[in-house]
C-alpha cells in the first residue's frame, strides 16, 4: 500500500515569509507525527497527533510554529514569519495507533531553504 | 540530556567487512522501547526493526543482527558482509512509556560508507 507522502518536496522561501507543509499518512493510521532534521544531526520531535487532536506538541520550537490535522487524514504544518534557523528538513510519520510500541513510518521530508 | 547516544560519528569499511554500530541509551522508565532506521542517501528514513525492554533476545535478520544488552544500556546493530548499498545514515532511536509517550529521541546518527 501506499506509504507517508509529503509535500512539497522542496521549498524554498525567503525570510519572513509564511510556509506550509503538507504530510498524507498511511490510510488507517491514527497516530500522525512531525520531526525537523537539521543538516547532519538527528531527528528533533515537534508534535504529536492523536486522531485530530495534539496530545503533546512540546517539541514546537516557538509560536511561529503551528500543525493541525483534519480528522485522521492529513495534516498541515505552518511556520510563520520564517527564519533562517527554520532551514531543514521536515518529515512526516505516522503509525497504527498512538503509543511507544507502535512503530512510526516516515515520508520523504520536505526540505525547507530559508534565505 | 541526551538519551541516546551514537558514538560513531562516520564509519567507512571495505565491501564484505563486517561493522558494528554502536547505541547507548538512557532511560528510568521500566518499559520502553528500541527502534533502529536507515536513512540512505535519498533522504526517505525506514524502519529496520523494533525491541521492547522485556525481550533481550539478540535478532538476526538476513545479514542484519542486532544486540541488546539491559545491564550496559546498549543495542548494537552489526551487519555481516557488508554491500556498497549499505551505505546509509543510521539511527537509533527510543521511545518510553511514561518518560516520553508516543515520541521518538534519536541519537546523532552513524554515517556508514561502504567502499567497493
Known amino acids: 500500500g501506499a506509504g507517508v507522502s509529503q509535500s512539497p518536496s522542496n521549498k524554498v522561501t525567503e525570510k519572513g515569509k509564511d510556509v506550509e507543509l503538507r504530510c498524507d499518512p498511511i490510510?488507517?493510521?491514527?497516530?500522525l507525527y512531525w520531526y525537523r532534521q537539521r543538516l547532519g544531526q538527528g531527528l528533533e520531535f515537534l508534535i504529536y497527533?492523536?486522531?485530530?487532536?495534539?496530545?503533546?506538541k512540546s517539541g514546537l520550537p516557538s509560536d511561529r510554529f503551528s500543525a493541525e490535522r483534519t480528522g485522521e487524514s492529513v495534516s498541515t504544518l505552518t511556520i510563520q514569519r520564517t527564519q533562517q534557523e527554520d532551514s531543514a528538513v521536515y518529515l512526516c510519520?505516522?503509525?497504527?495507533?498512538?503509543?511507544?510500541?507502535?512503530?512510526?513510518?516516515f515520508g520523504p521530508g520536505t526540505r525547507l531553504t530559508v534565505l | 540530556a541526551q538519551k541516546v547516544t551514537q558514538a560513531q560519528t562516520e564509519i567507512s569499511v571495505v565491501e564484505k567487512e563486517d561493522v558494528t554500530l554502536d547505541c547507548v541509551y538512557e532511560?528510568?522508565?521500566?518499559?520502553?522501547?528500541l527502534f533502529w532506521y536507515k536513512q540512505p542517501p535519498s533522504g526517505e528514513l525506514v524502519f529496520l526493526i523494533r525491541?521492547?525492554?522485556?525481550?533481550?533476545q539478540n535478532e538476526i535478520s538476513g545479514r542484519y543482527s542486532w544486540n541488546f544488552q539491559k545491564s550496559t544500556s546498549s543495542f548494537n546493530f552489526t551487519i555481516t558482509a557488508s554491500q556498497v548499498v549499505d551505505s546509509a545514515v543510521y539511527f537509533c532511536?527510543?521511545?518510553?512509556?511514561?518518560?516520553?509517550?508516543?515520541?521518538?529521541?534519536f541519537g546523532e546518527g552513524t554515517q556508514l560508507t561502504v567502499n567497493p
Open positions: 532511536a527510543l521511545s518510553e512509556e511514561e518518560t516520553s509517550g508516543s515520541r521518538l529521541t
Open positions: 525491541r521492547n525492554s522485556f525481550d533481550e
Open positions: 497527533f492523536q486522531g485530530n487532536s495534539a496530545p503533546d
Open positions: 510519520a505516522s503509525s497504527l495507533a498512538g503509543g511507544p510500541s507502535y512503530t512510526q513510518y
Open positions: 532511560t528510568r522508565d521500566t518499559t520502553y522501547y
Open positions: 490510510s488507517g493510521h491514527t497516530a
